[in-house]
């Protein structure tokens, strides 16, 4: 039976962090009701301790949201949990996603601790959320770079404390898709309880490795993504959520899905660059510019034959309208001879081919050609539409 991956998105939440991407409360809104129709199964809607605009946002969000879980994040400190309770208590579907770092770097430059202290901490805070929800994340930040036992102790005790979700965040984006896959091997297999919780991948882009390290965990077992709409947050950015999302639709062989709607992808990717200031590059995959624009000759060639040839899902999938053929002066003959076709010029071997030399010569000089172009050079060579 193939696997349900749960989608927990944190765009409002570490999404949100990155400077200059900070969304009022209506936006905030507007976009967690668009993310409740994709499909996501949790939505991260701030860190209500924060600040009071947060609180409002979270608050804010739990009151529209129908289908999703919404999530406040909190430190394990008993007022951030209070606080996230009460910003949470409109929700149909609450959830508190408390932790603490794992890590010895972390155990020791952030918190001057020990890891039986840590332990203590984050079994303490789970308890406590527990009085409030009974949804409960507990996130063992910097797990990548954890030592794996101590990371198997904590999710054993914070499972049996009550955590429902353990999320291993990669907080640095530290590790090789490898070393993830044998981490979460090694505690689906090492840790008793570990049947009675969902284990959670949550990876930062440092190394571009985000997706990767995201795909190798669910191979191993883990069962939630946290991701972001274009891969924003911290530094270099979260998991992007199109990139797993059609990763999982792509691959087959994985055997898992998400209740995501493919189809509505690209609007809302759209929608989050404008509201966050935050533009797309334009090779980004799945829903950058470029992600279905072919323009080299070989490309634009064997895409014209048969579009399997260079693409490997179609646009309509992931909510773009088409494929695109863009001329420039790497393109072909017979792209330059569909593309006049589409404009209704019906050519014969010879006109391609002095319609060519003159294409490329304007190609070199403006590097992309247009219609609008293309109509001029005919009317220059007087050639009429058929
Ligand atoms: O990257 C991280 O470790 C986090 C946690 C707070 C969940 O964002
Ligand atoms: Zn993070």
């Given at each position: 039976?193939?696997n349900?991956i749960?989608v ?5 939440r ?8 900070q ?13 409740d129709?994709?499909g996501?199964?949790?939505i ?10 947060d609180?409002?946002?979270?608050e ?23 606080i996230?309770a009460?910003?949470?208590k409109?929700?149909?579907k609450p959830r ?5 770092g794992?890590?010895?770097?972390h155990i020791?430059?952030k ?7 840590i ?7 789970v308890?406590y959320a527990?009085?409030?929800v009974?949804d ?9 770079r954890?030592?794996?036992?101590f ?12 955590a429902?979700v ?5 907080t640095?984006?530290y590790?090789?898709p490898t070393v ?5 091997s090694?505690l ?10 969902i284990?959670?991948m949550h990876?930062?882009?440092d ?10 965990g ?13 891969g924003?947050g911290?530094?270099a ?6 990139e ?7 691959h087959?062989?994985l055997d898992s899905y998400?209740?995501?709607k ?7 990717s ?19 510019r470029n992600?279905?624009a ?6 634009q060639?064997g895409?014209?034959?048969?579009a ?9 999938e ?5 494929s695109d053929?863009?001329l ?5 003959r017979?792209?330059l001879k ?7 010029y019906?050519?014969?071997?010879e006109?391609?081919?002095l319609?060519y030399?003159?294409f490329?010569?304007?190609?070199d ?7 609008g ?5 005919m009317q ?7």
């Open positions: 039976m193939s349900r749960y927990f998105d944190t765009t409002l570490d999404g949100e962090q990155v400077p200059g991407c969304l009022n409360i209506d936006e905030k809104v507007m976009i967690a009701q668009k993310l129709e994709l996501v199964d949790v991260e809607a701030g860190f209500p301790v924060s600040s009071p605009g609180f409002r946002s979270v804010a969000v739990s009151q529209v949201v129908k289908n999703a879980t919404v999530c406040g994040l909190t430190r394990a400190v008993e007022k951030d949990i209070e996230a009460a910003a949470l409109s929700a149909v508190i996603h408390t932790g603490i794992s890590s010895d770097i020791k430059h918190f001057n601790s020990n890891r039986d202290d332990l203590a901490r984050g079994v303490k805070a308890k527990k009085r409030f009974e409960v994340e507990f996130y063992a930040e910097d797990a990548g954890a030592d794996i036992e990371l198997a102790r904590l999710t054993e005790a914070v499972i049996d404390a009550g429902t353990v999320n291993l965040p990669d640095t984006g590790l090789l993830m896959h044998d981490r979460v090694y689906m297999n090492n840790v008793p309880n570990v049947d009675k919780a284990l959670s990876n930062h882009n190394l571009g490795m985000a997706t990767a390290n995201t795909i190798a669910v191979q191993a077992g883990a069962r939630q993504v946290e991701v972001t709409i274009n924003i911290e530094r950015g979260n998991t992007s959520l199109e797993v999302a059609m990763t999982l639709k792509v087959k062989e998400t209740n995501i493919s189809e509505l992808l690209y609007p809302l759209q929608l989050v660059s404008k509201t966050m200031r935050m533009p797309v590059q334009p090779n980004k995959a799945i829903i950058g992600a279905f072919h323009s080299s000759g070989i490309h060639d895409f014209l034959k048969h399997e040839n260079y693409e490997i899902m179609t646009p309509q992931v909510g773009v309208d088409k053929i863009v420039t002066a790497r393109s072909g017979h792209a569909h593309r006049l076709q589409l404009l209704g019906e050519l014969n071997k006109e391609i081919d319609t030399i003159r490329l010569d304007l190609a000089k403006i590097k992309e050609v247009n219609d172009h293309l109509v001029t050079l220059e060579m007087k050639v009429e539409t058929a």
